[in-house]
Every structure is written in structure tokens, then in C-alpha cells.
């Protein structure tokens, strides 16, 4: 679409403009992006203030041209998101003002806008009376102002000094307050000290103010992807301050030095069926001997199969600064795999 647009721009501008527009909003719900995101979009396609208003789900979302956030009424050219329930988008600027060419772009930026926003909205509608997607996302969302940080804190009935945000796959557990993020992840919001039902497979923010919790969810995010599969060797569950110093290898994770460690431990992994669950034991117990007893071998077992990964490697994984580099090998492994 992003070249089609390219070529027709050259033969019509305006043609053009549009298809680039809708390109664009194809790729917000390729991304998953959320409503923010989406009336952004429209703000800054359109050179004026866009703005969503969903009073069923309690979402007020408007952003000005310039791309900042300044949350207001609706006023000037609408459209409907839903049939008889006052949802509606809007474009802060008076249809038909003289110009046919803007009035037509304007139309095409308003129906893309009503359309991605009604997938997200789909996506993120809520599983019960307490939660709020729409809310959740607003208390995670960098860009949002404190007061309306605070109103969706309220909205959530949140309160207390610190809390946590959970970052999880798969389905969303049961009696949470729960918002579907980018790449189908659970976020969860909650008072710290309070847990409630988790995903599986999940990662948990350090305690935070209300004013950090985008930085509670970023970290979350990151450690998610130190995490496993229930049915792969590995943690399930990751506490982001616990592995903070792991956290930082993710900018660097495709770096040359990063597709060396990686390549020697996959050539391990393909070479020995039992390389999974050995290295993660071997990383992650005290002692060979309690790596043993979690694999169900026999001492002399590993210590044999420790010989021959390190033999394969080149380089010993039972010294401290073996052990250590094996750790950061496999953090750097799940860092390329999990790309959340």
C-alpha cells in the first residue's frame, strides 16, 4: 500500500495523500496499537485536533495536531463508532470550509480513524463490570498527562501509595482488571502488596507511584521476555526487579558479540536433545548437584553431559565465569526469541 501510494502521488497528490493515509492506519492495526495511538494518527494526518469519545467505555481521547495529548469535548466533523450509543470520533474542523480536495481527505481520515478504532476497542472491550481496558491503558501510556493518570486510577477504583503492573500471555485470568496490549499481552494493574490472578506465563513491574507506572509496564515488558513457555525448560514467571541488570542486555541483544554467545548455545541445543533443560539447570541451581537432583540424573550423569557442553562450546560452564556467561547466554537467547 506504502508504494502504491508512492506511485500514485506522482499522478494525483490527493489520491495519494489518501491511500498514504489508509496505509498508515493499516499499520496501527497491524502493530496493535492503542486508541491513542490511533487519534494521534488522525491529528497529525489531518493538521487538526482529533479526538474519540466512548462514553459505554468511558474513553475520552483527544490529541492536538502537533501530536500532544489535551483531553476535551467533541465539536466539529463527526462520525459514529457504534449504532445509537453516543460513540463517536471527530475532526476539529468544519466539513465543507472550501476546499473539496481536504473535505475528501478528511473524510477518508475519519472513516479509518471510526475503523481501526472499533478494532481496538473490540480487542480491549471489557470481561467484567470492574475492568477497564480503556483505563488500564491510559495508566500505562508514557504520554499521558498526570490528571488523567489519576482519573483512570480513580476509574479503576486503584488506590494506595505503590503499585505493580503484570504483563502476561495467553488468556486473561479471571476477576482482573485486565487491557489487551500490543502483541496480545495482558497487562493488569494493581495496588501493590495486593496480588490478584495472574496469567501463566507472566513478568511483574517493580512497585512504582502513580506517575510511574508506564516505567513499571516497560520493565515488565522486558522481563516477560526472559520468561518461558509453561512447557519449556525455564521460568514462567519473572520479577523485573530481580533480574534489573538482565533487563539491560535487551538493547544489545543483536549485537555481533550477542550472535555469538546465541549461535554456540543453539549449535548445543540442536547437537544434545537433553541441552535445554541441562543448561537452564546448570544456570540456574547453587551446585551441579542440585542441578542433578532437579533433572532427575545421577551426579556423575551431568557431570558428563556438563563435559561434553563445554567441550562443544570451548569453554567451561561449571567455572564462576563460565556459569556466568552461560546465564547471560540464555538471557541473550530469549531476548532475540521473545520479541514483546
Known amino acids: 500500500m506504502r508504494e502504491l501510494a508512492g506511485r500514485v502521488s506522482s499522478l494525483d497528490p490527493d489520491a495519494g495523500a489518501a491511500l498514504h493515509a489508509i496505509a498508515y492506519f493499516d499499520a496501527l492495526v497491524e502493530s496493535r496499537a492503542g486508541l491513542e495511538a490511533v487519534v494521534r494518527a488522525a491529528a497529525v494526518?489531518?493538521?487538526c485536533a482529533a479526538g474519540l469519545r466512548d462514553p459505554a467505555r468511558r474513553a475520552v481521547v483527544r490529541v492536538l495536531p502537533d501530536g500532544r495529548r489535551e483531553d476535551g469535548e467533541p465539536t466539529g466533523t463527526?462520525?459514529?463508532l457504534h449504532d445509537d450509543d453516543g460513540a463517536v470520533v471527530w475532526l476539529e474542523r468544519p466539513a465543507g470550509a472550501g476546499d473539496p480536495a481536504r473535505d475528501a481527505l478528511d473524510a477518508v481520515i475519519l472513516e479509518r480513524m471510526a475503523a481501526t478504532a472499533r478494532i481496538v476497542l473490540d480487542r480491549t472491550r471489557p470481561l467484567g463490570r470492574r475492568e477497564d481496558p480503556a483505563a488500564v491503558e491510559l495508566l500505562v501510556d508514557p504520554g499521558a498527562a498526570p490528571e488523567v493518570r489519576r482519573a483512570a486510577a480513580r476509574r479503576l477504583a486503584l488506590v494506595g501509595d505503590a503499585f505493580v503492573v503484570t504483563v502476561g500471555t495467553g488468556a486473561p485470568p479471571a476477576g482482573s482488571r485486565v487491557a489487551?496490549?500490543?502483541?496480545?499481552?495482558?497487562?493488569t494493574v494493581e495496588a501493590a502488596g495486593t496480588p490478584g490472578p495472574r496469567p501463566a506465563r507472566h513478568a511483574v513491574g517493580p512497585a512504582v507511584g502513580l506517575d510511574d507506572l508506564p516505567l513499571s509496564h516497560e520493565l515488565?515488558?522486558?522481563a516477560l521476555r526472559l520468561t518461558t513457555a509453561p512447557d519449556e525448560p525455564g521460568p514462567t514467571s519473572v520479577d523485573a526487579a530481580e533480574v534489573t541488570g538482565l533487563l539491560a542486555l535487551a538493547d544489545g541483544c543483536d549485537s555481533g558479540a550477542a550472535?555469538?554467545?546465541?549461535?554456540?548455545?543453539?549449535?548445543?541445543?540442536?547437537?544434545?536433545?537433553?541441552?535445554?533443560?541441562?543448561l537452564f539447570a546448570v544456570a540456574a541451581?547453587?551446585?551441579?548437584r542440585a542441578a542433578a537432583t532437579r533433572l532427575h540424573v545421577h551426579h556423575?550423569?551431568?557431570?558428563?553431559?556438563?563435559?561434553q557442553i563445554g567441550h562443544a562450546l570451548g569453554w567451561s560452564v561449571v567455572t564462576p565465569a563460565g556459569r556466568t556467561r552461560l546465564a547471560i547466554a540464555l538471557a541473550l537467547r530469549l531476548l532475540r526469541a521473545n520479541r514483546w
Not at 489487551?180 to 497487562?187: E, Q, Y
Open 45 to 47: 494526518l489531518a493538521g
Open 300 to 307: 556423575s550423569t551431568l557431570q558428563e553431559r556438563v563435559d
Open 78 to 80: 463527526r462520525a459514529p
Open 259 to 278: 550472535s555469538i554467545e546465541v549461535a554456540a548455545i543453539e549449535r548445543v541445543v540442536a547437537r544434545f536433545g537433553w541441552a535445554p533443560t541441562t
Open 180 to 187: 489487551v496490549r500490543p502483541g496480545d499481552l495482558v497487562v
Open 220 to 222: 515488565a515488558r522486558l
Open 285 to 288: 541451581d547453587p551446585s551441579l
